[in-house]
């Protein structure tokens, strides 16, 4: 059974950090690409950076390039996503998202509230 499991989320002030985990389990986390999403209140869901399987290549959105970190631990099955100079406008209920190949489908975790306010 596929699981991904997020945590980490938070209210921090504008210009602190987060550290979001994603623990993924019952499929080949190595070879597999991982993906966090965002989604703010009457907002479409954003991708916000994605790590790829083999090789760790990654990419970002524009509006988090140079304060977003994403990596990962394939020793533990878990992606990370290191957030720094937090905004007011990066508050949003993140996922973290595997297209699993062998089952031809794209899954997501629970999600993992991340509020920036003072």
């Known amino acids: 059974q596929v699981q991904l499991v997020e945590s980490g989320g938070d209210l921090v002030q504008p210009g602190g950090s987060l550290r979001l985990s994603c623990a993924a389990s019952?499929?080949?986390?190595?070879?597999?690409?991982i993906d966090w999403y965002r989604q703010a209140p009457g907002k479409e869901r954003e991708l916000v950076a994605t790590?790829?399987?083999?090789?760790?290549?990654?990419n970002y959105a524009d509006s988090v390039k140079g304060r977003f970190t994403i990596s990962r631990d394939n020793a533990k099955n878990t992606v990370y996503l290191q957030m720094n100079s937090l905004k007011p406008e990066d508050t949003a209920v993140y996922y973290c998202?595997?297209?699993?190949?062998?089952?031809?489908?794209?899954?997501w975790g629970q999600g993992t509230q991340v509020t920036v306010s003072s």
């Open positions: 790590i790829i399987g083999t090789g760790g290549s990654t």
């Open positions: 998202s595997a297209y699993v190949m062998i089952r031809r489908q794209r899954y």
């Open positions: 019952g499929f080949t986390f190595s070879t597999h690409t």
